[in-house]
Each structure stands twice: as C-alpha cells, then as structure tokens.
C-alpha cells in the first residue's frame, strides 16, 4: 500500500486496541489514545524505510536518505546470507525484506521502549517528534506534500513538545500499563511494533506479498511472500485502495475512537 493508507491503517489500528482495553475494563487515558495513535500512524510508514521512494525516506531530508541506503543495502545482505532454494536470487534491493518481518517489527519496538526509559525526557521527545512528523507526513499528505520540510519538522516538534507537557501530568498515561518507578513511557514501543505489523499486513494484501515470517522457513523458502489468494490481491496506489480501504480504515478508526472513549 502507499503511505496515506499505511498511516490511516495504523491510526485505525491503534484506536481498536484502545476500545479493545476500554471493553475490558482498562481504558486508555485519552492522552495515550491520541498519542499513541499517532505514533502507530507514523510507525506504519517506516517499514519502507528500505525504499528510497518512499515518504519515510525523504521525510528527513539528507539525514533519512542516508540511512535509507544503509537500510536497503542491510537487508539486501541478510536477504542473500539467509536464502533458502526457493527463494529468488535475482533481487537487487533490499525493499520487502528485513523491515517487513515481524521480527524487525518487535526488535525496533522493543528498542523505542528501552530509549523512552534509559533515555529521559529528550529521548522521548525525539520518539515524539520523529512520529509525528511521520504522521504528518502520512496522514496530510498532500498537504506536507506542498509545504517545506522545515515547516512540517516545526509542526512535528510542537506536537512532541504539547503531548509530552499533556502526559507528564498525573494520570495522562506517562506511567500507562507500566506503573513501577522508572517504568515511565515504557509504553511507546508499543505502538511502533502494531505499526509496523499493520504495514506489513496492507502489504501483505497487494500483489507481490510480505515475507512476515521471516526467519521462520515455509516449504523451501525462508522468505515467503504471505498474501492473501489471487482475486483478492491489488495493485498499491488502485482504485481498490483509495476507494474502499482508506473509507474503511477511517469508518473503522472513527468506531475505536468513540468506544475507546466510553462514548458508544
């Protein structure tokens, strides 16, 4: 899928976990609702960070586009390391390899989690302001797509800046799930671990598949493209996406949100 589909189906994604936590009697301070939403948002995008193309890619200007080629000529080296028979051996990128598997998905989660908490508050609003400007990026697209770089950085680095003053205060989700002392943000690898899982799974759907399981071997590849059967399989960027998925996901978000909330 493209990034405004990546970053409404993290959105969504997030927002039925906190009706999910709400029906079962936990709900989310609405800080963390909303936070944590746009962190998933954001999350949902950097799987292509293998992509030169991508908006994760130039999101960042020099700075994205370097590690770019770092990602890409990383995960084109497990790729060839870790082959099986069955995989190609003609691949001459990285894209759809190492970043979309689930095993990335929870080693960056998990990662994000350690910083918020051995890092302090500069590390969180780094988590912050990286998200946002990639939530801004997906979610706005095209309005960032007409705007400077410099503009969207200001505007993701005032959202950081707002949401972590709003969550430092008692009871607006610092401490939420992880309520020990020095445990405080614990939380936020969360929402990077479901983005990137919901990447992969939109990807998933379209033509050329997903490698989820990777390193788990199927038949004679280690890098099977999981999809869903063949009439149901679209083309990233179609009609199929923009016409019916992105309602969907925003439909689907909008119903999380209001039962997140206690308001359905």
């Known amino acids: 899928m493209m990034g405004p589909a990546h970053s409404l189906s993290g959105a969504a994604a997030w927002l039925g976990v906190g009706a999910a936590a709400s029906g079962l009697g936990h709900p989310m301070p609405w800080p963390v609702l909303v936070t944590g939403s746009l962190i ?26 370097g590690l770019c ?3 890409d000529r990383l995960s084109h080296s497990v790729y060839k390391a870790t082959r099986m028979k069955g995989d190609g051996s003609r691949r001459s990128g990285g894209h759809r390899t ?9 080693l960056v989660g998990g990662g994000v989690s350690l910083l918020a908490v051995l890092g ?22 095209r309005a960032a797509r007409v705007s400077s770089d410099v503009l969207v950085w200001l ?16 009871g607006n989700g610092a401490h939420w799930l992880f309520a020990e002392p ?14 990137a899982l919901v990447h992969d799974v939109g990807d998933a759907i379209t033509i050329s598949g997903c490698p989820i399981l990777w390193p788990i071997p199927v038949g004679r590849k280690r890098w099977y493209p999981v999809s869903t059967p063949k009439p149901m399989r679209f083309r990233a960027g179609s009609w199929v996406e923009n016409k019916v998925l992105m309602p969907a996901f925003m ?14």
């Open 98 to 106: 190492l970043t979309h598997t689930w095993l990335w998905a929870v």
């Open 40 to 65: 998933c948002a954001g999350a949902a995008l950097a799987p292509d960070l293998d992509h030169k193309a991508a908006t994760i890619s130039r999101a960042f200007g020099p700075i994205s586009r």
């Open 155 to 170: 505007l993701g680095a005032a959202t950081a800046w707002i949401v972590a003053g709003i969550m430092d205060q008692p």
């Open 182 to 195: 020095g445990q405080q943000y614990l939380w936020l690898g969360l929402p990077v671990v479901l983005g």
């Open 69 to 71: 080629e770092i990602i």
């Open 120 to 141: 302090g508050r500069w590390a969180v609003l780094g988590i912050l302001f990286v998200h946002m400007v990639l939530a801004i990026e997906g979610l706005l697209w």
């Open 251 to 264: 439909i689907a978000g909008g119903i999380g949100a209001v039962a997140a909330l206690g308001i359905l």
